[in-house]
């Protein structure tokens, strides 16, 4: 007979027993509504681009990672106080593959809306587009705002 030594420790305090928390089972749900809000629109989002949102003394500015996108398939706006972002990356197909295949990548439309808390000036927003990554750039006002299209730039 072969005997494992058995290691204690003794500065670890006993486990505690769990108890049944009915809010608990309701966590995984609310979880998933949170990292998708469009689920709240009735829709799930198949692809969201990853964003970084800054805000500076001067601007607001988002970065989003949009690779494989052509950016005809997106839309950038500020209308009430919303930088609102619309696209779709579009699945590629090929025909006349055979044998095995899998899918890791993801595709579908997206729609995501950024709140400014302050006025800004519409003429000057500036969208670009280089290397698969999207870069707004909102310059804040004092006067108010009637809401505008940004046309997106390609380098």
Do not use: C
């Not at 204690?8 to 769990?18: C, G, H, S, V």
């Not at 808390?117 to 290397?131: H, P």
């Amino acid at each position: 007979m072969w005997l494992t030594p058995r290691i204690r420790n003794t500065n670890i305090a006993p486990r505690q027993e769990r108890r049944w928390n009915p809010l608990m089972e309701l966590a995984p749900e609310m979880a998933d509504l949170f990292r998708l809000p469009e689920r709240l629109l009735g829709e799930e989002a198949d692809f969201v681009p990853s964003m970084d949102f800054q805000e500076t003394d001067n601007a607001y500015v988002l970065t989003a990672e949009m690779p494989g996108i052509d950016p005809k398939d997106v839309e950038v706006s500020v209308r009430n106080g919303l930088l609102e972002l619309k696209g779709e990356k579009k699945e590629e197909k090929e025909s006349g593959q055979s044998g095995a295949s899998w899918t890791e990548r993801r595709y579908g439309a997206f729609h995501r809306q950024i709140p400014l808390d302050q006025e800004i000036k519409e003429d000057e927003v500036k969208a670009t587009y280089k290397n698969g990554v999207l870069r707004i750039e909102v310059p804040k006002a004092e006067a108010g705002s009637r809401g505008k299209t940004i046309p997106i730039e390609t380098e």
